[in-house]
């Protein structure tokens, strides 16, 4: 059976919260959110398997449900990279991967750093190596990929601050659920309760924004029950 452990390492002192810069966007349509927080929403269904439907106190919120979870879980894993220990899963049976030249290369310079976020990778040969544990965020994805991905965006980096950065956005690009993927109500719901508490709620690791909201007060402007 596969099982999740948590791996702690030694403190970095590389190892610092970044913080993004949310530029604010003048628009006839959006009303901007109060910052830092997320009020309280009422899922009220999906639009197009992509974007969640919110009610709150101020009016209506169109949520990305990519860019969301991305947020979650970039935040929940930084929070566990802050305090040395990642969450890890390990395989039932080890997955054997195939590294290009290039993917072996950036491995090789990188793999301490990359152990540290719980992937446990052996030599089997060639340029095949077996995947034996990984970080449990990603377990229930293709984990194949989320390591082909993940060596591409450190690729040029040093180990630091920017590196861990890198590594902890791609995981958490790679875990969050994807556009056009239908979510129940009750993963709705759970995704926004987590949002809610998220640090930076409204823009996801990349600086897009998570959302936009249509104010009680815009939705009468545009209905004509205002003046």
């Known amino acids: 059976m596969a099982t999740t452990k948590v791996m702690s390492f030694p403190a970095s002192s590389s190892q610092q919260q970044s913080t993004w810069a949310v ?16 009020p309280a929403l009422r899922v009220m269904g999906q639009l197009a398997s992509t974007y969640i439907i919110g009610e709150g106190p101020e009016g209506l919120y169109l949520v990305d449900q990519h860019a969301a979870h991305e ?37 090789q310079a990188n793999k301490e ?7 446990a990778i052996e030599p089997f ?10 970080p449990a965020a ?21 180990n630091g ?11 958490a690009c790679h875990a969050a659920v994807r556009a056009g993927q239908r979510l129940s109500n009750g ?16 823009t996801c690791p990349h600086g897009r924004p998570t959302m936009i909201h249509l104010s009680s007060r815009q939705l009468e402007k545009e209905f ?3 003046g």
Request: charged share 25%.
């Open 23 to 38: 530029r604010e966007r003048e628009t006839t349509f959006v009303a901007p959110l109060p910052a830092p927080g997320l």
């Open 71 to 107: 947020r979650v879980l970039y935040e929940e894993i930084q929070a566990q990279w802050s305090r040395h220990k990642i969450e890890v899963q390990g395989l039932l049976q080890a997955t054997t991967i195939e590294l290009s030249p290039r993917e072996e290369q950036i491995w």
């Open 113 to 119: 750093n990359l152990a540290q976020f719980g992937f």
């Open 125 to 134: 040969g060639g340029r095949s190596y077996l995947l034996r544990s990984v």
């Open 138 to 158: 990603v377990a229930g994805t293709d984990i194949v990929e989320a390591l082909r991905t993940l060596l591409e965006a450190i690729a040029g980096t040093e």
């Open 161 to 171: 601050t920017l590196q861990e950065e890198k590594i902890i956005q791609s995981l």
């Open 187 to 202: 993963e709705m719901a759970e995704l926004m309760q987590r949002l809610e508490q998220a640090k930076q709620p409204r």
């Open 224 to 226: 004509g029950r205002t």
